[in-house]
């Protein structure tokens, strides 16, 4: 493959106290790819997308985005730079509406001078952006957009959260876990979703336990364990057991990197 | 391998033919989650309840209750602490606590004070002194919070005796008399002048307190940083993640809070003529604003309550006061009934916080 990575981690370091979270990781997101990272739990796939979105600063290592060295503070920088992520924790405030919650950090405001002079949010305009991209994720039937996220359940919320990052991602779409707590028919949308950005030309990175969804849409499957990337396989030159056996060290695979 | 995968999707056959529509919000509807629905949308109707119980009460145990005057006495004794009320409900919606508020108040009062008096600056000027000055105390105790991430609790626990001892120090307790201020510095009394329509006076400072608490209600509701200021409140972590500066919040939730309190330090000296380092508010501003807070309806834990309520809050504890001397009590039953809606207060508020489920 000699195409350029869109976004590209060298050997990223992050410890907390004595826990190594990654230990020299490498990371590679194709343009246009949908890309898996599987590994057992504590293996450091949420540390590993929150080095690369700004979110933990890795003691060691670099990230470039486009080939060009970045340097984000703060997932704020990475939200500008096009990258949107599913945090395996949501990160939505539960008192606050799914309208609030879906622009958290890039309200609209009214135009004119209520909104530049007043500062004042233009809530018709975020409640209907917020509806539409519901909907389009299926959770039409809602009610009342301005209905506190804590009043959702699990997988409402996980829905809210998959709809602000594909709404808003226009470079790279990272998704922890997205559909851990959705039912069988949230997670066909969210699949669904995730094949829509990729047709939009948006790559996208999918944390995931769960096998089948894994290699139902993955181009290529990144094995973590222990911290590191262990291998990168195609998912359809391998079968579920082999990937579930090489992430827990029950197997060793044979080929490093499938795609080299 | 692609078997797997086949089969894997064999199980969600069973969705072809089911209703389309994807979790469907359903609005539970029991009477009791009715109201605890409301409430967790309305946070200030609790206190505007009591307020209006405490008025109906008062106004048929008291003929005096319901006569214009009485009322505006009640407005023109809550002005000070309904102003260091809006300072408590910014910091306690982002599940802080400022115990310094009191402090800051009489600290700027002494300082817009001495300004004119020790150094001769004109009035007006004094006050922008002061107004910044007490904006700086309050930024200390956020770039504390926020950056040395040190408890709220335990920085202005600090901070209250740092500044009040600095206070009188400064100021070797010495009050400037009422009669000077008016004669040369008058500005500084400008929130104790009045207007009296139809021979009732309204204080100023009555006037600035509701118009402070309108602006303060547009901009936690109308802007974005007033959501800002809930979210960080709410869950720090989300917030951070979701893309709010939490710390630039803390830091200026702070500083506008030790704003308010200067303000309220200038109108404390309209509402005592004289500038006195030993004014009560110092030592009692805290507790009588965190009443006013919790008696609103804003939650401790930070992320839930309006500042309206903060008023209602404030002014329930003006009502009771006022109408147990009318009915004429022993004035300890006030400080009886604020404590036990106090906790009344909490335990409505958690179990507003259980609509969640
Ligand atoms: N904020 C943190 N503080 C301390 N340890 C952490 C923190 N975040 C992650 N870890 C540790 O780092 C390791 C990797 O965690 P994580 O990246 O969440 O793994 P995964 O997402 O693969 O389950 C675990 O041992 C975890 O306990
Ligand atoms: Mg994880």
Redesign the interface.
């Given at each position: 493959m000699t195409r350029e990575p869109i976004l590209k981690g060298r050997n990223l370091v992050k410890r907390y106290g004595k826990v190594t979270a990654l230990d020299h990781c490498d990371f590679d997101l194709y343009p246009g790819e949908i890309l898996a990272v599987i590994g057992d739990n504590g293996a450091g796939k949420s540390t590993l997308i929150k080095a690369v979105s700004g979110a933990v600063a890795p003691d060691e290592g670099d990230i470039f985005l486009d080939g060009k060295k970045i340097n984000f503070t703060s997932p704020i920088d990475a939200r500008a730079a096009g990258i949107e992520t599913v945090y395996q924790t949501l990160a939505m405030s539960p008192a606050l509406s799914i309208a609030d919650n879906m622009f958290m950090g890039r309200e609209l405001r009214k135009p004119g001078f209520m909104g530049k002079v007043m500062r004042q949010l233009d809530r018709p305009a975020m409640e209907k952006f917020a509806r539409a991209k519901l909907n389009e994720l299926g959770l039409m039937t809602i009610q009342n957009i301005n209905q506190a996220v804590e009043t959702l359940s699990g997988g409402q919320r996980q829905g809210v959260a998959v709809a602000r990052a594909a709404a808003f991602g226009s470079k790279v779409i990272i998704l922890d876990e997205p559909t851990a707590a959705l039912g069988v028919k949230e997670s066909r949308r969210v699949l669904e979703l995730i094949l829509d950005v990729r047709s939009r030309g948006i790559p996208i990175v999918l944390i995931s336990h769960n096998m089948p969804h894994v290699f139902e849409v993955a181009d290529r499957v990144h094995v973590h364990r222990l911290g590191k990337r262990l291998c990168i396989i195609d998912p359809k030159r391998h079968s579920m057991s082999d990937a579930v056996a090489y992430m827990t060290g029950a197997k060793v695979p044979e080929d490093m990197n499938e795609f080299a | 391998?692609?078997a797997?995968?086949h089969?894997?999707?064999h199980f969600?056959e069973g969705?072809k033919g089911?209703s389309?529509?994807?979790?469907?919000?359903h609005?539970t509807k029991s009477p009791l989650k009715r109201i605890q629905?409301w409430l967790?949308q309305t946070p200030s109707a609790v206190p505007m309840i009591v307020l209006v119980a405490a008025l109906i009460v008062f106004g048929l145990l008291s003929d005096n209750f319901f006569k214009a005057a009485t009322l505006s006495t009640i407005l023109q004794q809550i002005a000070i602490v309904g102003i260091l009320g809006c300072a408590q409900t910014v910091v306690i919606l982002t599940a802080g606590i400022d115990l310094s508020v009191g402090a800051i108040a009489v600290f700027s009062s002494v300082l817009m004070g001495q300004m004119s008096f020790r150094y001769g600056i004109p009035a007006e000027l004094s006050i922008l002194i002061g107004l910044a000055l007490g904006t700086g105390m309050g930024a200390i105790n956020g770039l504390l919070i926020a950056f040395l991430k040190l408890p709220p609790f335990i920085v202005t626990l600090g901070t209250w005796q740092v500044l009040l001892a600095s206070n009188f120090i400064y100021s070797a307790n010495e009050t400037i008399r009422s009669a000077d201020v008016k004669e040369s510095a008058p500005a500084l009394q400008l929130w104790g002048l009045s207007i009296q329509p139809g021979g009732v006076r309204v204080l100023f400072a009555v006037f600035l307190l509701i118009v402070l608490v309108a602006i303060m209600a547009y901009v936690l509701r109308?802007?974005?940083?007033g959501?800002?200021v809930?979210?960080v409140g709410?869950?720090p972590?989300?917030?951070?993640?979701?893309?709010?500066?939490t710390r630039a919040v803390l830091v200026q939730v702070y500083a506008l809070a030790g704003f308010f309190c200067a303000i309220a330090g200038w109108v404390m000296i309209g509402r005592f003529g004289s500038v006195s380092p030993t004014a009560s508010t110092g030592q009692l501003g805290n507790i009588q604003s965190i009443t006013a807070v919790v008696i609103g309806g804003i939650s401790l834990f930070g992320?839930?309550g309006s500042i309206v309520g903060m008023f209602f809050g404030a002014l329930i504890v003006g009502v009771f006061e006022m109408g147990l001397r009318l009915v004429g009590t022993d004035p300890q039953w006030t400080f009886f009934l604020i404590g036990v809606l106090i906790i009344f207060a909490v335990g409505v508020d958690q179990w507003i916080r259980k609509?969640?489920a």
């Open positions: - | 391998m692609a797997d995968a089969q894997a999707k969600e969705l089911a389309e529509t994807v979790a469907e919000f609005e629905h967790h109308q802007t974005a940083w959501r800002h809930y979210a709410d869950d972590e989300a917030a951070a993640l979701a893309g709010v500066k992320g839930r609509a969640a």
